[in-house]
């Protein structure tokens, strides 16, 4: 069997690992010149002028273009849609009824540069050595403006009375002020793109690694003032996204419109200290946030301030949307939030894995072991008493959880983790001289996203027979061509090295919307399934002609058709090569939403002396409605977990007062590696949603949504008996220790009467 719920190793594997992918870099083209974008120094600047001559005049340059330039082509801003939001998200509108303050990036700074990095010119020429040295001939001036300050979003959403009168009757209060700091994505692969223009045809060609194939295309067409029929777009193997790479780029534009400009393709690569600078950073949060509790330790009220750092631009609410609609995750009690967006001179923020969700699930799981510690609860209790009771269930802010079993998975979790022998373990760790400490947290998502697909599904007779698939969701890394593979085996009962997966080139995939927020599979599934049966259908009628026979008494089963009660039969790919191509299509308009859920334990070691975590064991449970290939999933949660471990004890983008980027390469961007963890403990959970037509949730965020809170939590407990409540993120060996330093302090103090 290799159908639903196979763990079929993945078949794109030993093409990759063979050397046989084809990246951003690997496109070629005859003749191809080379671009370099001059970015600016500046955080926030008026250009005073570009003296480009000099650059002009240099060896091997054929055009410096620039945001004179720009403007008279006509072109337009990139079209980013900050509050394109899918139902069943909340909608957020300023509290003073104000429109929203949206503010688009043109492909080249024409008046003023916002941040450090932002494109300022771009210069091409014959080599991409000579496009450099001429980039550092260009001469800019800039006057220093002051800093940007500027509100884009400020929202009160949520069950404000309710909260209210909570706090009013509390008995306990906790309150927690945090900073989820700015990470950026840091793909396997930095960016890339070349640009072709065929004049005669007045037709444009983009090959890059970009997230989606339907929607750069739309986009450029905008920016560029042409019909989206004169675009193409082509992506092949893409390593790695994140989120980060779902929105629309300046060199994906720059590289087309300066293809036109000289009559030769170009190419624009970027190198890592180019991605720090640009790519679209994630998380940056300032959450101010109060947890009321009755006398018998019952959630009351949750009421929490939370402000989003947008960047220069307003390239997506969705962080801020997402993570504030779920702020009480699997917890009952009334809350209320304010959502607020401010702009700044940094690159902007763009939905990075779950976005917005394991910041509000970090928030609501610390302030449950504040509450715990600071009044006396058991932490475990706590959480079981205020836990949400059955599913179907409407949350403060109108976000209805499908289905779940909520109180199985916790109590699944803690027998996995073996939490009851933590004691034993953590004086093991005591007697080797460290402090162990262990943490918990549950979380929930809310995958909606785009919510149109078609999937086109053609049974072909050529070599020994093929399923093509083609359909618009992109694949980053997640197993696609496996998993859509898996799906096509269930129902047609073909082998899944017979499946032939497109999704890579905007003249084949007019439909669809690339891959985020966990709708590839869910729509997939559904899109797969249609067109299935209508070539189970079609098929049914061209067997029966072939095995002369009625319609009626053809049956099909795993991969034949045949006479019922008969040895008679004909295969579905044997059918194909004789009778021709078996094609349909399916489409689906899906505005209902997927809540996967879960818990996941952490234990970590911290030496006292240096400051140093270690995470040493970490469990998790997953609920994704019915698995499809369970390794693929396990796979999912293991990344997910190091992402979110690498937030919470490492990464950080830091800027300085005049918007400098200071950590800016790997030697100041620390990222975590396969040595600094323990092999996982990892289960999933299969609750069929009843928010799809086959069960099925998305199972790609889940091990990082939870992963922040868990970690943290497991820290500070580490380091309680110390007299440690809290540490902001990232632990840091500097920052645990000082946080060590500063608890002995405080217990050495003389108290005041």
Known sequence: MSGIGTALPRLEDARLLTGQ?????????????????VRSPRAHARIVGIDAEAAKAMPGVLVVLTGADLLADGLQPIPHAPVAQSPPDIKLANVDGTPLGIV????????????????????????????????EALHVAYDELPPIDETAVDALVGDIRGTEAGFARARHTVRLDTVIPRVTGVPMEPRAALGEYDGAAGRYTLRAGVGAIVRPKRELAIILGIEPEKVRVIARDIGGNFGTRNYFFPEFALVCWAARRVGRPVKWIGDRHEAFLSDYAGRDFHIISELALDSDGGFVGLRAGSFSNLGAYTASFVPLTKGTQLMTSLYRLPAMAQACGRLSNTQSTAPYRSAGRPEVMFVIERLIDLAARTHGFDRIALRRRNLVAAAPYTNPFGITYDTGDYLGTFEAVLELADWHGFAARRAGSAARGLCRGIGLGGYVESQSGAPVERAEVTVLGEGG???????????TGQGHATSFAQLASEW???????????????????????????????????????????????????????????????????????IQGTDRGIGLLELAAERGPIADQAEVDSKVGSYPYGWHVCEVEVDQETGAVRIVRYTAIDDVGRAVNPLILHGQTHGGIVQGAGQALME??????????????????????????????????????????????????????????????????????????????????????????????????????
């Open 21 to 37: 992918g084809c990246y951003s870099d690997d496109f070629r083209l005859p003749d191809q010149a080379w671009g370099c974008v």
């Open 104 to 135: 688009r990036p043109q492909i080249l700074a024409v008046e003023t540069v916002r941040f450090v990095g932002e494109p300022v010119a771009f210069v091409v020429a014959e080599s991409l050595g000579a496009a450099r040295d001429a980039a």
């Open 465 to 475: 027979g093929i399923v093509e698939i083609v359909i618009g969701t992109l694949s």
């Open 492 to 562: 047609l009962g073909v082998p899944p090295e017979r499946v032939r997966l497109v999704t890579d080139d905007s003249d084949r995939v007019s439909v669809g919307s690339g891959s985020h927020s966990g709708r590839s599979l869910r729509h997939a599934a559904t899109t797969i399934r249609q067109a299935s049966l209508g070539i189970v259908a079609k098929g049914r009628k061209l067997a029966a002609d072939v095995l002369e026979a009625a319609e009626a008494d053809i049956v099909f089963e795993a991969g034949r058709f045949a």
């Open 652 to 753: 950080r983008c830091v800027y300085d007062p005049r918007g400098q980027l200071l950590s800016a390469t790997f030697m100041d961007y620390a990222m975590p590696r396969a040595d600094d963890f323990p092999m996982f403990e990892t289960a999933l959970s299969e609750v069929p949603s009843t928010n799809h037509p086959l069960g099925f949730r998305g199972g790609g965020e889940g091990g990082i949504t939870p992963a922040l809170g868990v970690i943290m939590n497991a820290v500070v407990d580490a380091l309680a008996d110390l007299g440690v409540t809290h540490i902001d993120m990232p632990a840091t060996p500097e920052r645990v220790w000082q946080a060590i330093q500063d608890a002995v302090r405080s217990a050495a103090a003389p108290q005041r009467l």
